[in-house]
């Protein structure tokens, strides 16, 4: 159950960290097709739902107008033979809101997140809660420039979510 909702988060990270800029709210309808792609968790508060997990990507396909097919992959730091695969669904429920979304793994169970930060150009998104308990930092490739890990810390900090606890994730497995 605790990988189930690490993977909601993750999903959701994924999900929002296609579009170009900032989202503000009422910014309009977002082209979902941005959010194909493979992404890459580069830090996250930490959570029980990724403990022992390393290399965590996450790969967004649209398969419907306005849903996205999320696949979540992790692999296990002690055994990298034991990977953990989570696939669901992810939406933005409301266009006029493109930084709210919603991710679904188990049927009826949806999770919300906010999209706080997304910069298209250089390939980065940081997700959050609603609750500020939980925190991804996304990317297209798997290695992120220190400037830019830090330039997104005091985005995160001035957003009221707390950095001391930073987990970075390992990003050196072979695929």
Known sequence: MRLIKYFYVLSLLLLLSCVTGKVHEGE??????????KWYEIARLPNPFEEGLNCIT????????GIMMVTNKGYNKNDPSDIKILTGKAWIPDGKEPQKIKIQFIWPITKDYILIHIDNTKGLAILGSP??????????????????????????????????TLVYVDQNCKE
């Open 58 to 65: 996450m790969n967004y396909e649209v398969h419907d107008e």
């Open 131 to 164: 609750t500020k308990y939980q925190l991804w930092i996304l990317s297209r490739s798997p290695k992120v420039a220190e400037e830019d890990i830090q330039e997104l810390i005091k985005i995160v900090q001035k957003n009221g979510y707390k950095t001391d």
């Open 28 to 37: 309009g309808a977002i082209d979902y097709k941005l959010y194909q792609g």
